[in-house]
Nanobody, 115 residues
Framework: QVQLAESGGGLVQPGGSLRLSCVASGMIFSINTMGWYRQAPKSQQELVAA???????NYADSVKGRFTISRDNAKNTVYLQMNSLKPEDTAVYYC?????????WGQGTQVTVSS
């Protein structure tokens, strides 16, 4: 069974940094686009960043210049480096990946930005 497991969330002060990781495991034949979504309380889920298998990226306007998505195809892992964090970045962050032509989701990791 294919699974996605996120790590790296936590509590950070405004202006701080966190790095999220998401590892795909199981019987994997192909991984296409990987990405990160987030959902804040009382808000809809939104795309934060995505990266194709070829390395093309796209970002939500709200995180451009602050967040960087990357992936290590040999390790089936996607990362999200988050710098200059703001209180409005507080949310549950979910990993998403197109694995074996099926979209998969991780369980989510909480990121809280607060002083």
């Amino acid at each position: 069974q294919v699974q996605l497991a996120e790590s790296g969330g936590g509590l950070v002060q405004p202006g701080g940094s966190l790095r999220l990781s998401c590892v795909a495991s199981g019987m994997i034949f192909s991984i296409n686009t990987m990405g990160w979504y987030r959902q804040a309380p009382k808000s809809q889920q939104e795309l934060v960043a995505a990266i194709t298998s070829g390395g093309s990226t796209n970002y939500a306007d709200s995180v451009k210049g602050r967040f960087t998505i990357s992936r290590d195809n040999a390790k089936n892992t996607v990362y999200l480096q988050m710098n200059s964090l703001k209180p409005e970045d507080t949310a549950v962050y979910y990993c998403n990946a197109d694995i074996n032509t099926k979209v998969r989701w991780g369980q989510g990791t909480q990121v809280t930005v607060s002083s």
